[in-house]
């Protein structure tokens, strides 16, 4: 399985940017896909994540209102919807896929994923 996450790039404060994850190889459909992000200096944190299904969808309590998560399955693809950016989003953004979650709080956790992306660095000027 891999994953290729792209379309970070650099932008002002306020501003849009959206994140695709690719994924390859055997099939990862039937997984929940999160993202992750890791800012200089900082632990990797949880973002948002989705299940397989694309029916509920779990975020961080500091992107709650600003990000939404989606995926197609037709397409492997995982996005993630930035808006109303803030410099303190400034990191690298990585995509993985996880599961089976049997509970929502295990959406939240790094360690219940298995296959992740390479990153895509996002930049937030003020």
């Known amino acids: 399985v891999q994953l290729q996450a792209s379309g970070g790039g650099l932008v002002q404060a306020g501003g849009s940017l959206r994140l695709s994850c690719v994924s390859s190889?055997?099939?990862?459909?039937?997984?929940?896909k999160g993202w992750f992000r890791q800012a200089p200096g900082k632990e990797r944190e949880f973002v948002a994540a989705?299940?397989?299904?694309?029916?509920?969808?779990y975020y961080a309590d500091s992107v709650k209102g600003r990000f939404i998560i989606s995926r197609d399955n037709a397409k492997n693809t995982v996005y993630l919807r930035m808006s109303s950016l803030k410099p303190e989003d400034t990191a690298v953004y990585y995509c993985?896929?996880?599961?089976?979650?049997?509970?929502?709080?295990?959406?939240?956790?790094?360690?219940?994923?298995?296959?992740w992306g390479q990153g895509t660095l996002v930049t937030v000027s003020s």
């Open positions: 993985a896929r996880g599961g089976p979650f049997y509970s929502g709080s295990a959406y939240y956790r790094a360690s219940g994923y298995d296959y």
């Open positions: 190889g055997r099939t990862s459909v039937n997984y929940a």
């Open positions: 989705v299940t397989w299904s694309g029916g509920t969808t």
